[in-house]
């Protein structure tokens, strides 16, 4: 029996897939309305689901409760199934999601570490200084104990006379680090001599150190033992420390005293310069100046008398064996000047001496400095 047909008052339930059922278009390339509409919602589902972290972004910055949650429960359903690893691809290729939790104290903290850390890289490279020209000289500033008086004499001369210098010499007899009850010269530097900031200083004690020194403790530290040896190293280290620019912009050429003549009653010049020298190897800014060289014979023993480049043998030293001569002032001013070309570009000037004046070009410097060295005194 064939089945009856409805009547038109019979009520069924909705049939969805009416909404899929193929009809006749009025043009081809259309689509039911039906069909738009689930691709609609779908469309607005699928991108809920790849923006969740910006709906939830948006969500707790509104402080919406209930959307939140909602927001937060889609959020995660999406990081479970790593549906939003497409968004986040797309958005890291166009630039986008640089935003970050971090607030803005963080963000200052790793702001000084950056600064800090890029200041301690710094430290560990030797200052770069602008070259010197006529039109702009370097201020260089020589100093120290009575050495220096004749050698920075020597030396304020001829650095004036390359034409790229502005010196300035400053040297106080019988003074040095031992007695800063009698001239202080950590003091000095800090008050009188960085103010006026030179680029470059070369300085140089030890001659008049060799004593005995009170310590912190109004201790004293017999010359040269163990105690006094820890306490001297310390100061060193302190003043070298205190010649540090800020900005990493100055060198000091920290010049070791040279030997002494036999019979003199200063003694230990080496083991200070090897003082001098070990502690330089830590601080860029310091540049430590081997003078031994310079004034002893091939074995590092005293010489009062030694050639210059052009062969021929002057007095090096005055007659206490100890102070320099105006020849042997011109022979270090020569050495330092040509260390100093090392580390800046000096070529504007006339940095070329005389042979009459500058030491034999097999005249180096040490690579290291032994703490005691044979028949010194």
């Given at each position: 029996?064939?089945?009856?047909?409805?009547?038109?008052?019979?009520?069924?339930?909705?049939?969805?897939?009416?909404?899929?059922?193929?009809?006749?278009?009025?043009?081809?390339?259309?689509?039911?309305?039906?069909?738009?509409?689930?691709?609609?919602?779908?469309?607005?589902?699928?991108?809920?689901?790849?923006?969740?972290?910006?709906?939830?972004?948006?969500?707790?910055?509104?402080?919406?409760?209930?959307?939140?949650?909602?927001?937060?429960?889609?959020?995660?359903?999406?990081?479970?199934?790593?549906?939003?690893?497409?968004?986040?691809?797309?958005?890291?290729?166009?630039?986008?999601?640089?935003?970050?939790?971090?607030?803005?104290?963080?963000?200052?903290?790793?702001?000084?570490?950056?600064?800090?850390?890029?200041?301690?890289?710094?430290?560990?490279?030797?200052?770069e200084l602008t070259a010197p020209t006529p039109a702009e000289p370097?201020?260089?500033?020589?100093?120290?104990?009575?050495?220096?008086?004749?050698?920075?004499?020597?030396?304020?001369?001829?650095?004036?006379?390359?034409?790229?210098?502005?010196?300035?010499?400053?040297?106080?007899?019988?003074?040095?680090?031992?007695?800063?009850?009698?001239?202080?010269?950590?003091?000095?530097?800090?008050?009188?001599?960085?103010?006026?900031?030179?680029?470059?200083?070369?300085?140089?004690?030890?001659?008049?150190?060799?004593?005995?020194?009170?310590?912190?403790?109004?201790?004293?530290?017999?010359?040269?033992?163990?105690?006094?040896?820890?306490?001297?190293?310390?100061?060193?280290?302190?003043?070298?420390?205190?010649?540090?620019?800020?900005?990493?912009?100055?060198?000091?050429?920290?010049?070791?005293?040279?030997?002494?003549?036999?019979?003199?009653?200063?003694?230990?010049?080496?083991?200070?310069?090897?003082?001098?020298?070990?502690?330089?190897?830590?601080?860029?800014?310091?540049?430590?100046?081997?003078?031994?060289?310079?004034?002893?014979?091939?074995?590092?023993?005293?010489?009062?008398?030694?050639?210059?480049?052009?062969?021929?043998?002057?007095?090096?030293?005055?007659?206490?064996?100890?102070?320099?001569?105006?020849?042997?002032?011109?022979?270090?001013?020569?050495?330092?000047?040509?260390?100093?070309?090392?580390?800046?570009?000096?070529?504007?000037?006339?940095?070329?001496?005389?042979?009459?004046?500058?030491?034999?070009?097999?005249?180096?410097?040490?690579?290291?400095?032994?703490?005691?060295?044979?028949?010194?005194?």
């Open positions: 029996m064939s089945p009856q047909p409805k009547s038109s008052g019979d009520k069924s339930p909705f049939n969805w897939r009416s909404l899929f059922a193929s009809f006749r278009p009025r043009r081809e390339g259309t689509m039911p309305a039906g069909m738009i509409l689930v691709v609609i919602v779908l469309a607005f589902c699928v991108a809920g689901l790849l923006d969740a972290d910006s709906t939830l972004r948006k969500s707790n910055a509104k402080g919406d409760g209930i959307r939140n949650e909602i927001a937060k429960t889609v959020a995660s359903v999406t990081d479970a199934l790593h549906i939003n690893f497409f968004r986040n691809s797309i958005d890291d290729a166009l630039g986008k999601n640089q935003g970050t939790e971090i607030d803005v104290e963080e963000l200052l903290r790793q702001q000084a570490e950056a600064e800090t850390a890029a200041a301690a890289e710094a430290a560990k490279k030797v200052p370097m201020k260089i500033w020589v100093g120290g104990d009575s050495i220096t008086q004749t050698f920075g004499t020597s030396f304020q001369r001829i650095t004036q006379s390359t034409g790229i210098f502005t010196p300035t010499l400053d040297y106080h007899v019988s003074t040095g680090l031992s007695r800063p009850d009698y001239f202080n010269w950590p003091e000095h530097l800090v008050k009188n001599v960085l103010p006026a900031n030179p680029a470059i200083l070369v300085i140089m004690f030890g001659a008049n150190d060799g004593q005995n020194m009170v310590d912190a403790n109004n201790k004293v530290l017999e010359r040269y033992s163990e105690p006094w040896m820890t306490e001297y190293r310390r100061r060193v280290a302190a003043t070298m420390d205190l010649l540090k620019s800020p900005d990493n912009q100055r060198i000091t050429i920290w010049c070791g005293p040279p030997p002494m003549g036999p019979g003199t009653k200063t003694h230990g010049m080496d083991q200070l310069n090897y003082i001098y020298w070990s502690e330089a190897q830590t601080r860029p800014w310091i540049q430590y100046f081997d003078t031994w060289p310079f004034f002893s014979d091939s074995n590092g023993v005293f010489a009062a008398n030694l050639p210059n480049a052009d062969g021929v043998v002057r007095g090096m030293r005055q007659k206490d064996n100890v102070h320099l001569s105006t020849v042997g002032g011109d022979r270090l001013s020569w050495a330092v000047i040509d260390r100093i070309g090392k580390l800046v570009n000096l070529s504007a000037g006339n940095v070329t001496p005389p042979p009459t004046q500058g030491p034999p070009p097999s005249v180096v410097e040490r690579t290291e400095i032994p703490p005691n060295m044979p028949g010194a005194e």
